[in-house]
């Protein structure tokens, strides 16, 4: 048997499509066409965010960061979540980066789920999450978002929650269409979290690009949903730098975990951005 043979895909691997968005980037590119597929800004980086960024690779930021990300830039997170949010968030304990949101996803879904459970998405949903049920095993329930205002149905939301349930995808605003969830929405998928004993992982990336006076709510800052949310969040849209792909994700720390635990990386995130990148980042406001 030659090397080629020998090195094939495993059968999760192999069961993955082309990336529809990157597909129709390249296609974009080819055609010289608007690309409405992929979601990068086309706006330029604020000045502050790249003069960090050149300030942290001059003076040598650029080592292998403790696992969980470097200190400083985890304590600037909590502190823009309490800014905002109103969220108390304790940087040595709730807060991992990663190196961007759909890694941070990946992680959580192969760090919190066995083979076997339920989680429910809405759709349309983001690509990437299809790929993380069959690397977990997990299997998705779907909820339509019905146009032309992209809501759910809560008797169809409530009959896909069950035994199994073990998560629930919640992006607001939502990818790809938009949506920013409501408090009333929001309040619904909570009390059936709470109900059915369920984790919300949570898809934030856009929280700070809204229209026509929408406001985004963090899910974890509803009653009962604190110790049972897993926030997921990125710099990367909001300072449009999506090619470096720091950011930061949060969830509820279990009873007795220690953030010096080896068992970390595989319960709160895999790999952890360049120092360097993270500290750049971290400066911005």
Known sequence: MDLASRLRASRAASSFTESVIREMTRLAQLHDAINLGQGFPDFPAPAEVKQAAIEAIAADHNQYPITWGVPAFREAIA??????????????????VTCGATEAMSSTFLGLLD??????????FYESYGPDAILSGARLRYVTL????WRFDPAELQAAFGP????????????PTGKVFSREELGQIAELCVRHDA???TDEIYEHITYDGAAHVPIATLPGMDERTVTISA????YAVTGWGG?????????????RDARLPDRRGRHAAPAGGRRGAGAAP
């Open 79 to 96: 502190s823009v979540y309490a800014r905002d949010y109103g969220m108390r968030v304790d940087p040595g304990t709730e807060i991992c």
């Open 115 to 124: 083979p076997g459970d339920e989680v429910v998405v809405f759709e349309p």
């Open 146 to 149: 019905r146009p032309p205002d």
């Open 164 to 175: 199994g349930t073990r998560a629930i995808v919640v992006g607001s605003p939502h990818n």
């Open 199 to 201: 984790i919300a992982f």
């Open 235 to 238: 710099l990367s849209k909001t």
């Open 247 to 259: 950011m930061g994700d949060r969830g509820a720390a279990p009873d007795g975990w220690d953030p």
